[in-house]
């Protein structure tokens, strides 16, 4: 059997990487993210992966401390390429070939990004990493997910979160919370949904490229999506 998306953008938030502790980057948790990754990667599915830094930096947290909003985010934007190094540590311990790429140059560690090299990377079967965000500031990591995703023609978004989808509040605080199977980008704005940020979700809508929200904390739930099962929340 064939995967359904023969090129993926995997955005992961930097709290992700955290796993019971309250900041950092958790070894086991990374590995096991990575096992996930490797085993899609063997289906000979093109991977690239956006990671956000709030499990060692925000910006917005800087902000309230008298740190320039602009020098804040720039602090944030290093702390993903932090993240994104551990990241390709792992998975290159798994024998996947991995490159680097940021937004804000960094020639010592990584690949500055370049659309055509990310691409020729995929076709080469080794999984991409866009870190620094978007290289400026005021934009979301999630806006560099959705950006570098229409860039290199990916068939899908997939954001992995802590939760199984898309809710119409927040599923940890209320019972009552109701999932969404599929739901539009039209109603994720309508009904102010926490999805993906504003600038993101109209990337997406604009050139019709589908997110799907799950739970990456739950094995195998990457594999089940990429080969066509209905897991978590499909936005399109």
């Known amino acids: 059997m064939e995967p359904v998306y023969k090129r993926i953008l995997l955005k992961l938030s930097g709290e992700a990487l955290m796993g019971s502790q309250e900041f950092g980057i ?3 948790t990374i590995k096991a993210f ?3 990754i490797a085993e899609v990667h063997n289906l000979g599915v093109d991977i690239a992966v956006v990671i956000g830094g709030g499990n060692i930096f925000r910006g917005v947290q800087a902000a309230a401390h008298g740190i320039h909003k602009v020098s804040g985010d720039h602090m944030g934007m290093l702390a993903t390429v932090i993240n994104c190094i551990a990241f390709q540590n792992s998975l290159e311990s798994l024998g996947v070939q991995t490159r680097l790429q940021t937004a804000i140059k960094m020639e010592q560690i990584a690949e500055p990004f370049i659309r055509r090299r990310a691409v020729r990377h995929l076709e080469k079967g080794r999984v991409v990493l866009f870190g620094s965000g ?3 500031p005021y934009f979301t990591t999630d806006t560099a997910a959705a950006l570098r995703a229409n860039e290199i023609e990916a068939n899908v978004v ?3 979160t802590k939760v199984d989808g898309v809710y119409n509040s927040d599923p940890e605080k209320f019972i009552d919370a109701v999932k969404y199977d599929t ?7 309508e009904k102010n949904l926490r999805v993906m940020d504003h600038t993101a979700i109209t990337l997406c809508r604009e ?7 799950f739970n990456i904390n739950v094995r195998g739930n990457l594999k089940r999506i990429v080969m066509g099962e209905h897991i978590g929340t499909l936005v399109s």
């Open 26 to 28: 958790d070894a086991p």
């Open 34 to 36: 990575a096992m996930e």
């Open 134 to 136: 978007t290289g400026n």
């Open 158 to 160: 997939l954001k992995g």
């Open 183 to 189: 739901i539009s980008f039209a109603e994720v704005i």
């Open 207 to 213: 050139n019709k490229l589908p997110i799907i929200v």
